[in-house]
T-cell receptor, first 113, second 114 residues
Framework: AQSVTQLDSHVSVSEGTPVLLRCNYS??????LFWYVQHPNKGLQLLLK??????LVKGINGFEAEFKKSETSFHLTKPSAHMSDAAEYFC???????????FGTGTRLTIIP | GAVVSQHPSWVICKSGTSVKIECRSL??????MFWYRQFPKQSLMLMAT?????????EQGVEKDKFLINHASLTLSTLTVTSAHPEDSSFYIC??????????FGPGTRLTVL
């Protein structure tokens, strides 16, 4: 069985400051891990994914995430927040070879001007 | 590329009626399509997986006779909510996967049943 826990339902940061969205996962096998972003009235967009290659994954819009097996974590970071980053972020897991995605409960990111 | 559309974007219907939601892959052929349901402030829950030309596979607890899924072509899947009731009100999201091992998501359809 696979699952993800997003530790914060809501994160607020000031524009220009770092962003940290936390995610822990549980998987029976070697997992694939993803971060998706959901802007209002728009489809989910893939930010980045980890599939057992490099543990530090770089995504779009300056986001990156680090896979830490010992901590079963896959936290999303960005050095400097921008107003356009305000959205809902989902951490997602799937077992390699399994197309079924399991979503976390989401973290709403608010950017303070 | 890899655009998925849904129609309608929102729909309001009376209790007891049926509603059809379309999911289209606009610029690629989707061999597999997925239907999710998202309750307010909650995560996406997979309802079913459909492969073109075959019956959908439903997740545990999802009533297949209530949520009819048809994947008749490589670019279109439909979800029909039959005899809708207020508890079926939700945000329904589809995704499509083709040759690339990645799901591309539609913008969602908000269903309100009165």
């Amino acid at each position: 069985a696979q699952s993800v826990t997003q530790l914060d339902s809501h994160v607020s940061v000031s524009e220009g400051t770092p962003v940290l969205l936390r995610c822990n996962y549980s998987s029976s096998y070697s997992p694939s891990l993803f971060w998706y972003v959901q802007h209002p009235n728009k489809g989910l967009q893939l930010l980045l994914k980890y599939t057992s290659a490099a543990t530090l994954v770089k995504g779009i819009n300056g986001f990156e995430a680090e896979f830490k097996k010992s901590e079963t974590s896959f936290h999303l970071t960005k050095p400097s927040a921008h107003m356009s980053d305000a959205a809902e972020y989902f951490c997602v897991v799937s077992d390699i070879g399994n197309e079924k995605l399991t979503f976390g409960t989401g973290t709403r990111l608010t950017i303070i001007p | 590329g890899a655009v998925v559309s849904q129609h309608p974007s929102w729909v309001i219907c009376k209790s007891g009626t049926s509603v059809k939601i379309e999911c289209r892959s606009l610029d690629f052929q989707a061999t597999t399509m997925f239907w999710y349901r998202q309750f307010p402030k909650q995560s996406l829950m997979l309802m079913a997986t459909s492969n073109e030309g075959s019956k959908a596979t439903y997740e545990q607890g999802v009533e297949k006779d209530k949520f009819l899924i048809n994947h008749a072509s490589l670019t279109l899947s439909t979800l029909t909510v039959t005899s809708a009731h207020p508890e079926d009100s939700s945000f329904y999201i589809c995704s499509a996967m083709g040759r690339v091992d990645e799901q591309f998501f539609g913008p969602g359809t908000r269903l309100t049943v009165l």
